[in-house]
């Protein structure tokens, strides 16, 4: 069965270093989203992509970038790990077009110490 | 932001149909609404969507008022396993078809 797959799922890290999530998704998808998770602010928005090569800031994308080399990955990075992005990491993807559901991996927990 | 807005908590006995609100007055034509659950900390799960008319599947019923300015899903008979938050989300079509979400609707599974 085709899947949408994180990894790691759990990480901790320390203050200043890089960071790189892993997303891979096998439904051929063309969109793919991150989402961070905080308690009291739901899911929010960090980046999506609708393509290959294509990628654009969400809500929160400040200290996180994308880049989309193939259909099936959207690897989300934190060029320099702040406390602040102690969070829960979602990715999802979805085919083109506004009728259609979003599938949802099993989220990332990281730690940012 | 959200384009929605629903009640913080929910209660529901277990066997008993669970109706859950959404307000949406700002909806646009061509936005869908959406709803997805979060069980613990796992990822959301799709539920259901719709554009104009009332959808089922085998999950839950989504009830749209003609208006399209709030909406209902319909969980037929809750188990304790449909404890989780519950997503209502309206897809905005004019900035890039993104699902937003807001905080949800914690919906509790009495025995």
């Known amino acids: 069965d085709a899947e949408i797959t994180q990894s790691p799922r759990h990480k901790i890290t320390e203050t200043g270093r890089q960071v790189t999530l892993a997303c891979h998704q096998t439904?051929?998808?063309?969109?793919m989203f991150w989402y961070r998770q905080d308690l009291g602010h739901g899911l929010r928005l960090i980046h999506y992509?609708?393509?290959?090569?294509?990628?654009n800031k969400g809500e929160v994308s400040d200290g996180y970038s994308v880049s989309r080399s193939n259909t099936e990955d959207l690897p989300l990075t934190l060029e320099s790990a702040a406390s602040s992005q102690t969070s829960v990491y979602f990715c999802?993807?979805?085919?083109?077009?506004?009728?259609?559901?979003?599938?949802f991996g099993q989220g990332t927990r990281l730690t940012v110490v | 932001d959200a384009k929605t807005t629903q009640p913080p908590s929910m209660d529901c006995a277990e066997g008993r149909a669970a109706n859950l609100p959404c307000n949406h007055s700002t909806i646009s034509g061509n936005e869908y609404v959406y709803w997805y659950r979060q069980i613990h900390s796992q990822g959301p799960q799709y539920i259901i969507h719709g554009l104009k008319n009332n959808e089922t599947n085998e999950m839950a019923s989504l009830i749209i008022t003609e208006d399209r300015k709030s909406s209902t899903l319909i969980l037929p008979h809750a188990t304790l396993r449909d404890t989780a938050v519950y997503y209502c989300?309206?897809?905005?079509?004019?900035?890039?078809?993104?699902?937003?979400f807001g905080t949800g609707t914690s919906l509790t599974v009495i025995p």
């Open positions: 999802a993807s979805s085919e083109s077009g506004i009728g259609t559901e979003a599938f």
């Open positions: 992509s609708y393509g290959v090569q294509d990628t």
């Open positions: 989300i309206v897809r905005v079509a004019n900035t890039g078809n993104q699902f937003y």
């Open positions: 439904w051929n998808h063309n969109n």
